[in-house]
């Protein structure tokens, strides 16, 4: 009897072990075990229903991928991975370092990389391509439905800069505008509201369209600019139109998504095993 108790209990253990890591849903043909769930459970911190959602989006997608026959090239990879580098300062063994401090494997982050690339050209491929562009009515209704979004929107503002190193220069040449002055510099520029530094945003919404902002010393020397426009209807649709469309196409690249993985989902065959 004392032989098989072990061998009773290292049966248990075993067979204890395999449900702990048994096939909790098969997903068209691709298998989400109960170790996955907890794991992606514990790494993102969300409930078992949502890791189980997580990975059956997840399975869907791989599925589609494979179905349309999404291919990225060894080539493609090394050159995301080469962007990746550049744009962190790191060079490739370097990232090799860093990843494998964090315990993972050069392979593993190939794979994961793949994989976001084929995602996001499948959804690029797939999925955008169904997406129209809106109309100009289209867009004029979004923005009536969503005006509030819009009140700090980028706007273009065309001024005209008069810099100088002279101040009597620059008030000379504000003071006659039409005429040539001596030493003063003008430059028509087209600046988005977005690109401005703060204090100059705000020198600009303080004066009046048609109207000299005062002199600013800028410690090489003095600028002042004159306001043609802050933008067509100051917050009006044609002065953010490219924002209002911008934000359209956001939300109808989600909607879609969404619609597309809903109707995925609807059309599998998702078997649940145990949870």
């Given at each position: 009897m004392k032989k098989i108790l072990p061998l009773l209990i290292g049966?248990?253990?075993?067979?204890?072990?395999?449900?702990?890591?048994?096939?909790?849903?098969?997903v068209e043909g691709e298998p989400i075990t109960t170790l996955e769930i907890q794991a992606v459970q514990q790494k993102l911190k969300m409930s078992k229903q949502a890791a189980v959602e997580t990975l059956i989006k997840d399975r869907l997608e791989k599925s589609a991928i494979?179905?349309?026959?999404?291919?990225?090239?060894?080539?493609?990879?090394?050159?995301?991975v080469n962007a990746i580098a550049s744009?962190?300062?790191?060079?490739?063994?370097?990232?090799?370092?860093?990843?494998?401090?964090?315990?993972?494997?050069?392979?593993?982050?190939?794979?994961?990389?793949?994989?976001?690339?084929?995602?996001?050209?499948?959804?690029?491929?797939?999925?955008?391509s169904t997406i129209e562009r809106p109309s100009d009515d289209e867009l004029q209704d979004y923005y009536n439905t969503h005006q509030a979004e819009f009140s700090n929107a980028p706007r273009q503002m065309s001024l005209v800069s008069y810099s100088s190193d002279?101040?009597?220069n620059l008030?000379?040449?504000?003071a006659n505008p039409m005429q040539p002055t001596s030493g003063v510099n003008k430059k028509n520029i087209l600046a988005s509201s977005n690109e401005m530094s703060p204090a100059l945003l705000n020198l600009i919404e303080?004066?009046?369209?048609?109207?000299?902002?005062?002199?600013?010393?800028?410690?090489?020397?003095?600028?002042?600019?004159?306001?043609?426009?802050?933008?067509?209807?100051?917050?009006?649709?044609?002065?953010?139109?490219n924002a209002v469309a911008a934000r359209w196409v956001q939300e109808q690249r989600v909607q879609a998504g969404k619609d597309f993985l809903n109707k995925?989902?609807?059309?599998?065959n998702i078997r649940v095993i145990r949870l």
């Open positions: 049966t248990f253990l075993s067979l204890q072990a395999q449900v702990l890591d048994a096939i909790a849903i098969d494979k179905k349309a026959n999404i291919q990225i090239s060894h080539e493609e990879i090394q050159a995301k744009s962190k300062g790191l060079s490739q063994s370097k990232m090799k370092e860093i990843l494998s401090e964090k315990g993972l494997t050069w392979e593993s982050y190939i794979e994961q990389l793949k994989t976001e690339m084929e995602k996001e050209r499948f959804f690029q491929e797939v999925i955008l002279s101040a009597e008030q000379q040449a504000i303080s004066t009046e369209v048609n109207s000299f902002t005062k002199p600013v010393n800028t410690g090489k020397g003095f600028v002042a600019y004159y306001v043609k426009s802050k933008g067509s209807g100051q917050g009006s649709f044609a002065a953010v139109k995925l989902k609807s059309n599998a």
